[in-house]
């Protein structure tokens, strides 16, 4: 076997902090710039909405670039799995120079014409935070090439250092800069730059030490390789676009809630948070997955990719299981911090409550399988399905039972569960059959 349960342990654990670690700093980040006042906490999260979408196109090239180099690294070729690399690196960095170029220019008219007329002290609180954490684009395309090539290598302790220095690096910047410097909005979005940069740095010379199976040593050029460009973007580009469109996705549903009434708003924002502490374990298994179907995919052994796609599968619901336990019993202690109305603490139950049972049906099939499959290569098909459920399921779904038959927020959350078990049924199919082992690019 490719991988032994040491093997699995040394690249899932890192991955579970990793995963936790962002989720507690974002909780840390919401909290010191909320200190500003409203003004910066809602110009702040305006601004995230686009930068959630570029963050996203960066991680799917990154994991375009990591799926060819696992295929490579499968075929114990070393040499081209550092030229694979090297070019999503240097794609990666051109493309975020060009969307940097594009922000620093048009910010004003780009602001006005997502957000509309906000405003003024909202408005200008987004154009700082905007302009300033531009500059961190290219070197968060940069991370995100390098750490998912690490993980690729099966060496997720490295991103989790390195993740572990960046995330220190912003909640110690937003305390200097925010608090001690009086700089408000320009703090936080500084303080992010600069841990971003300082991560970028040094995960980009790392790739440089020999000793690494997928190294830049020798790689290093100027010039697009075509072939294997065409490569990358093959995997990169549909994620992209599934997870563009996933998040647009997120922002109607979002709209769709504010209509519902402020313990609504208040009881689907607690539940985002708290749904994500749920799916922590799953996640990082998921990335887990990418890395080690593509290498099984690469070295020919497709008999392993389903072996370890059905055995990481197992261990995700077993952690799901635990998860969604702890948050039902826990639901009355973890409401209780939030200080809702009485109103929005029995809804956001209800919603926790409902999540926690029907993600462990109907989760793992329909979140996990999708990136066995673009470890292989396979990405329209799983792509053209998310959408198509996504829009029918998630939105129209979603507004038929809130809106139309006043279900309200619950009836939100129930499309949600309705588009996993569709996703979840057309994956298993796909994964029944042999086409999706043989879409190597």
């Known amino acids: 076997m490719l991988y032994s349960k040491k093997d699995l342990q040394k690249l899932i654990i890192p991955l579970v902090f990793e995963q936790l670690l962002s989720l507690l700093v974002g909780l840390a980040d919401t909290l010191m710039i909320s200190g500003v006042g409203e003004a910066a906490v809602s110009g702040v999260s305006l601004v995230d909405t686009l930068n959630i979408l570029i963050i996203n196109i960066f991680m799917a090239f990154g994991t375009g670039g990591a799926v060819v180099a696992g295929h490579y690294l499968g075929q114990k070729d070393s040499e081209n799995a550092g030229r694979a690399a090297w070019q999503v690196n240097l794609f990666s960095a051109v493309s975020a120079v060009a969307v940097t170029i594009l922000f620093m220019v048009f910010h004003d008219g780009l602001l006005h014409l997502v957000f509309g007329q906000v405003e003024v002290a909202v408005m200008e609180n987004a154009k700082s935070y905007l302009l300033i954490t531009a500059v961190s684009i290219l070197p968060l395309a940069i991370y995100n090439a390098c750490a998912g090539l690490f993980r690729a290598m099966g060496d997720s302790k490295t991103t989790l250092y390195i993740s572990i220095l960046m995330n220190v690096l912003n909640v110690a910047g937003n305390a200097i800069l925010i608090y001690g410097a009086q700089m408000g909005t320009a703090g936080a979005a500084t303080a992010t730059t600069i841990s971003r940069t300082v ?45 563009s469109l996933f998040q ?152 038929f039972l809130g809106t139309i038959c006043s279900i309200g927020l619950m009836g939100v959350w129930i499309a949600m569960t309705v588009d996993w078990a569709f996703r979840a049924v057309c994956y298993m199919i796909r994964f029944r059959g042999n086409k999706w082992e043989k879409m190597k690019v």
């Open 199 to 243: 991560a970028a740095v040094l995960i980009f010379a790392l790739m440089f030490q020999r000793k690494r199976v997928i190294n830049f040593c020798g790689k290093v050029t100027l010039r697009f390789e075509p072939h294997m460009i065409k490569k990358i973007l093959h995997i990169g580009v549909p994620n992209s676009l599934e997870n």
């Open 248 to 399: 647009l996705g997120k922002i109607i549903t979002i709209s769709m809630v504010s209509t519902y009434g402020t313990y609504a708003i208040a009881a689907n924002a607690v539940c985002n948070t708290l749904t994500a502490f749920n799916m922590l374990p799953a996640l990082a298994i998921n990335s887990a997955i990418l890395s080690i179907v593509s290498v099984c995919i690469g070295a020919g052994e497709n008999e392993q990719a389903r072996y370890y796609t059905k055995k990481l599968m197992k261990l995700a619901n077993v952690s799901l299981i635990i998860m969604s336990a702890l948050i039902i019993l826990g639901a009355d202690v973890l409401l209780a911090f939030y200080n809702l109305s009485p109103e929005a603490t029995v809804l956001a139950k209800q919603v926790l409550c409902y999540h926690a049972v029907l993600a462990v049906l109907f989760w793992i099939p329909s979140f996990s399988l999708p990136n066995a499959f673009r470890a292989a290569g396979d990405v329209l098909w799983p792509m053209a399905i998310a959408i198509l459920s996504m829009w029918v399921f998630r939105l129209a779904l979603s507004y």
